[in-house]
């Protein structure tokens, strides 16, 4: 076959947009080919927690679409907003490499029109874990999320089990709102020492990076405690948090919690599924991780 008579292969190629009406556009043409849109949902900075989920999407969908937005409304006053890690041009190359058929990286002037928004209010699913901690966040990721669920009108979204308070609160609103969307939730991408992939990791000095499995090793150690038979983890817990403050951590949370109702649980009983959850600072940057349990 000659060079001339190469076509490219269609799904090697990305479109990125920027504007609601380009993503629009893009949208409807995947729709007139009768495939099925999968949507994985980032803040950029792309690590292999993300491609991770990109795979899911590519698994189960005919057309992948990442929106790569860093979202002012679920970030607090004093939380790393300015600072965070944009590499925009780097994301693109690095989806096109995975096979992503769309990107979609508004502007926030694309998203929110003016500097009120309506919200959206979250009961009690947001009483613990990140949502006591971090006031707005969780109403800040629906907010956005609802907007890019009604956009893109996904057949199915992918959101890692890193942030499992969001999944379920995501997994809420789907079937409050009737999105109409299959929420998939993928497993924790680790460094090879268990540190949770995180595009806030950047942030950790030399020292600090050392130290920051330590997390992980603690809620591994509690999963081991609590399945060999510990149904009371409360002291064991305490232990933990203090083993960790003393390498250097400032403990946000750390606790067992129900699945469904993501409340603190001090009792474990049998044929129950818990997510063992940690939040934790070093320095400024803060680190979560979770593991699920079922007894
Ligand atoms: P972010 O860009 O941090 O907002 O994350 C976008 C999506 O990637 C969310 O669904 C996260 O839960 C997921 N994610 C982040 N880190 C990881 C990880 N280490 N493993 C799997 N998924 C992750």
């Known amino acids: ?34 495939q099925t849109i999968g949507f994985v949902p980032t803040m950029g900075a792309l690590h292999e927690g993300h491609f991770s989920l990109i795979d899911i999407a590519k698994q189960k969908t005919d057309a992948v679409i990442v929106s790569i937005f860093v979202n002012p409304a679920q970030f607090g006053p004093n939380e790393d907003f300015d600072s965070y890690p944009r590499q925009l041009q780097e994301d693109v190359d690095a989806c096109k490499k995975a096979g992503v058929d769309i990107v979609f990286a508004p502007d926030r002037d694309e998203m929110y029109d ?27 990721i629906l907010l956005i999320v609802n907007k890019l669920f009604n956009l893109i009108e996904p057949d199915v979204a ?91 951590f400032e403990i946000d949370y750390l606790n067992v919690f129900t699945e469904k109702t993501l409340s603190p649980v001090t009792t474990l009983s049998k044929d129950e599924r818990y997510i063992l959850a940690g939040a934790a600072y070093l320095g400024k940057t803060r680190l979560i991780d979770n593991i699920l349990i079922e007894l």
Do not use: W
Request: hydrophobic share 35%; charged share 25%.
């Open 114 to 140: 003016d500097s009120t928004y309506l919200s959206i209010k979250i009961d009690t699913l947001n009483d613990y874990m990140c949502g006591a901690s971090r006031p707005g966040f969780f109403e800040g």
């Open 1 to 34: 076959m000659s060079k001339d008579t190469v076509f490219p292969d269609p799904a090697d190629t990305l479109t990125v947009c920027t504007s609601v009406d380009e993503l629009k556009k893009a949208i409807r043409n995947i729709r007139a080919g009768n």
């Open 158 to 248: 992918v959101f890692g089990q890193k942030d499992i308070q969001q999944i379920q609160i995501i997994r809420q609103m789907v079937k409050e709102f009737n999105h109409g969307v299959e929420i998939v939730a993928a497993p924790i991408q680790r460094a090879n020492d268990g540190l949770a992939l995180s595009s806030r990791n950047t942030y950790l000095t030399r020292d600090q990076r050392t130290v920051a499995p330590g997390l992980f090793r603690s809620l591994q150690y509690i999963e081991q405690q609590i399945i060999s038979g510990v149904n009371e983890p409360k002291l064991l817990i305490e232990h933990q948090k203090d083993e960790l403050e003393a390498k250097g």
